[in-house]
T-cell receptor, first 116, second 114 residues
């Protein structure tokens, strides 16, 4: 079965600093991976997705993630944090290739705080 | 394009009452998903449909929960009778048929059972 681990339930950075949110996955097959962002009282919005093309994936709002098979990681980064980046971030893996089940398995989320 | 539309945004009701949550997926999307989000359990998939047919309901917690999709543009999630432990945010999402397509989420229904 697929699983996703997000290290650090809370991350705090200063405005302008590097953002690094960690995600490790467990999958027996090449995975489809996603990062979503959730702002307060809103649904999840797709930031970016990895679907076995380029290992460095660029998303919206200046975020990017690198798929590293050897480390089973898909960490999310942004060179310079902005106050508007404060939100909760979820890493997810698709079950499709593993079980044929069209479901996403989500990590527990990381809440990003941006200090002025 | 309009996104996934859920109603109501907030629902407060007393234990034992019937609750119906509604969802309109994005036009042209073949898959519809219902998720529940709580502090304790995070995001959980309850059920999903393909072309209006329920495919996997293994996440539905118990018989008090039921979901229907009478047509391609409408789905309901019903809880009867409701209990305080059902309090959560319920999300609907939809996606296209291809496996690498992302799911698009609605803004959710925040449900409080007193």
């Amino acid at each position: 079965a697929q699983s996703v681990t997000q290290l650090g339930s809370h991350v705090s950075v200063s405005e302008g600093a590097l953002v690094l949110l960690r995600c490790n996955y467990s999958s027996s097959v090449p995975p489809y991976l996603f990062w979503y962002v959730q702002y307060p009282n809103q649904g999840l919005q797709l930031l970016l997705k990895y679907t076995s093309a380029a290992t460095l994936v660029k998303g919206i709002n200046g975020f990017e993630a690198e798929f590293k098979k050897s480390e089973t990681s898909f960490h999310l980064t942004k060179p310079s944090a902005h106050m508007s980046d404060a939100a909760e971030y979820f890493c997810a893996v698709s079950d499709l290739r593993d079980t044929g089940r069209r479901a996403l398995t989500f990590g527990s989320g990381t809440r990003l705080q941006v200090q002025p | 394009d309009a996104g996934v539309i859920q109603s109501p945004r907030h629902e407060v009701t007393e234990m034992g009452q019937e609750v119906t949550l509604r969802c309109k997926p994005i036009s042209g999307h073949d898959y519809l998903f219902w998720y529940r989000q709580t502090m304790m359990r995070g995001l959980e998939l309850l059920i999903y449909f393909n072309n209006n047919v329920p495919i996997d309901d293994s996440g539905m917690p118990e018989d008090r929960f039921s979901a229907k999709m009478p047509n391609a543009s409408f789905s309901t999630l019903k809880i009867q009778p409701s209990e305080p432990r059902d309090s959560a945010v319920y999300f609907c999402a939809s996606s296209r048929d291809r496996g690498n397509q992302p799911q698009h989420f609605g803004d959710g229904t925040r449900l409080s059972i007193l």
